[in-house]
Each structure stands twice: as C-alpha cells, then as structure tokens.
C-alpha cells in the first residue's frame, strides 16, 4: 500500500490510540500490534485525518510545514502496512 498527499485516510476501526508524553501508543485489538507514535505532530494528524478529504488538506489542518510532509507520508505508509491506519 502507498499512502500519497491525495490519499483519503482514517484511523483502522480495531486500533486505539493511548496518549503518553512522547506521543501515543497505538494498539490493533485485531492483529495484536502496538506501534509507538513517537510525534505529539504525527498523533494529531492521525486523529484528525478523517476528518479531512486528503492527507494534504490533514498537513495543513494541523500545520505541519511542508518540508515536513514528505516524512509524514512515509510514517504514515508504514502506518498503513501495519493496518493502523487506512486508505478510506
């Protein structure tokens, strides 16, 4: 799965995110994963991206600065191949 600024993405129904001050943990009830979001950034784009049309439009809700994006959407692919996240 590639995961692009135009993709539209949710958080997986099955995972819950836990608030911890490096960022959040994220727990797949499904698959048994646990996954550390290192970011508090990362976090909030996650909690927020179904909120929004495409990944581009979640970047700039939470104004994360460009020359960012193109590891955010790396982080988030890798989100994605541990179905963290989802392409909706």
Request: hydrophobic letters at 40%; one cysteine or more; a negative charge.
């Amino acid at each position: 799965m590639t995961i692009s600024l135009q993709s539209s993405c949710e958080l997986h129904p099955q995972v819950a995110l836990r608030p911890e001050p490096f960022g959040a943990l994220a727990y797949h009830y499904g698959n048994r994963k646990l996954i550390f979001l290192k970011h508090p950034d990362v976090v909030s784009v996650v909690k927020t991206m179904s909120e929004h049309e495409t990944l581009e439009r979640a970047l700039q809700a939470n104004e994360v600065d460009p020359s960012r994006w193109p590891s955010f959407v790396s982080a988030l692919d890798s989100l994605a191949a541990s179905d963290i996240i989802r392409v909706r």
